[in-house]
């Protein structure tokens, strides 16, 4: 609060100045946001983290401000659109909630056996044996038995 005195017989008047928080307009906003771009997933992860953590800041700040902040019920929107619409755009997130196929990482394993004894057949072999020789043949089967 300012006040102010422009003649030191007259009594210092008051004025009020209250506003909205900066923040919770901005977590309303970005909940509010978060609705509405929710078919385009990634994004409204963004913005619902965005609206939470604003709408806490802003919460806090107005708690604090000893009434001169506004902007609590925005604030307080904007919290319950950002929690209410994580989980739902976690879930349409492709991938987040799926587990790993285990065939990929079986796949995966069989390939870098492969790789290792390609690897070891050239370097016995200086690099000179290649496709379905005798000498390769020999070689494969060596390291197929071990």
Known sequence: MKTLSSNSTLPPTTIATTRYSVSAITSLTYGIMSFFVLATVFP??????????LGHIAVVKIGRSQGQLLGRWQAITGLVLGYAL???????TPGFFSLPNPEVFKFSRE???????????????G????????????????????
Do not use: W
């Open 44 to 53: 409204t992860v963004i913005t619902s983290l965005l609206a939470i953590v």
């Open 86 to 92: 994580l989980p739902i755009s976690l879930y349409l």
């Open 111 to 125: 390939m870098a056996f492969m790789q290792t004894a390609e690897d070891k057949i050239l370097t016995s072999s």
């Open 127 to 146: 690099g000179s044996i290649h496709g379905n020789s005798p000498q390769a043949k020999r070689l494969a089967q060596k390291f197929g038995d071990q």
